[in-house]
């Protein structure tokens, strides 16, 4: 399984504006050494807008205060887009499953160096991803999320990732995060002939709050296991070598 990343080579100028912090010589921020560790996140309410091109085009966006996506109401769209709709609602057991993944509920966070911020799903280790952190705002931001899922990848419901982000900032004081993950999807109607190469977009912004709930594990140390299997070896190799 390949190691997932989120590549954050956007968004500099949110980061380092007027920061320096970049800059040779720079120190990391004494905050960062607290706010490394596990951290509880709580997704909050969610907000859905639909563009499509039907019609002469338009917009529908619906907000909610639940933390998963909820079904679109076909009357708020054109009719041709009916079977559309339906669609993705059938698919909101996927379409959620792959929220879950793209920020999951436990997180390890570390700052590995200035300006770098590391976060990983501790229940999967090919979940792992660098981004930008202001090294005085504590502001921070990714492009990718932890799903590891590239463009163009099946989320359910119709519809393929298109882009996805994670922006937020910590407070050093209280030890919590806010922020919000942002999906880009595109829905296009599956299984239809009279309909074919019918589609809309969807943006979908969820806020979420942390809170950091304990230190990192202690790396795992395997040395006495290699040294035990070693001399294992070699006590098999000398029986072996008696018995000849």
């Known amino acids: 399984m390949f190691q997932r990343k989120w590549m954050a080579v956007g968004v500099v100028g949110l980061l380092l504006s007027g920061t320096g912090m970049m800059s040779d010589g720079c120190q990391q921020n004494p905050s960062l050494a607290q706010l490394a560790g596990l951290w509880s996140l709580e997704r ?15 917009e529908v966006q619906t907000d909610s205060s639940q933390n998963e996506l909820q079904p679109l109401d076909a009357g708020d769209f054109p009719a041709e887009l009916a079977d559309l709709v339906t669609q993705w609602n059938a698919g909101l057991d996927d379409l959620n499953a792959n929220l879950d993944k793209a920020l999951p509920e436990t997180v390890a966070v570390e700052f ?8 990983s799903d501790p229940n999967d ?11 005085q705002t504590l502001a921070y931001s990714f492009l990718g999320d932890l799903s590891g899922a590239g ?55 969820v806020n979420y709050t942390g809170q950091r709930t304990g230190d990192l594990p202690e ?20 029986a072996n070598s008696n018995s000849i």
């Open 112 to 119: 590995p160096n200035v300006g770098v911020m590391r976060i």
């Open 125 to 135: 280790p090919a979940g792992v991803g660098n981004g930008l952190i202001n090294n």
């Open 44 to 58: 909050g309410a969610t907000s859905v807008r639909v563009s499509f091109t039907v019609n002469n085009g338009g």
């Open 151 to 205: 463009g163009g990848s099946d989320q359910g419901g119709g519809a393929v990732l298109q882009a996805s982000s994670v922006v937020g900032s910590f407070d050093a004081d209280s030890l919590t995060t806010t922020g919000e993950i942002a999906r880009t999807l595109l829905v296009a109607l599956q299984n239809s002939t009279n309909n074919s190469g019918l589609s809309f977009t969807v943006q979908i912004v």
């Open 219 to 238: 790396p795992v140390d395997n040395t006495n296991d290699n040294t035990n299997d070693n001399q294992s070896n070699g006590n098999s190799n000398t």
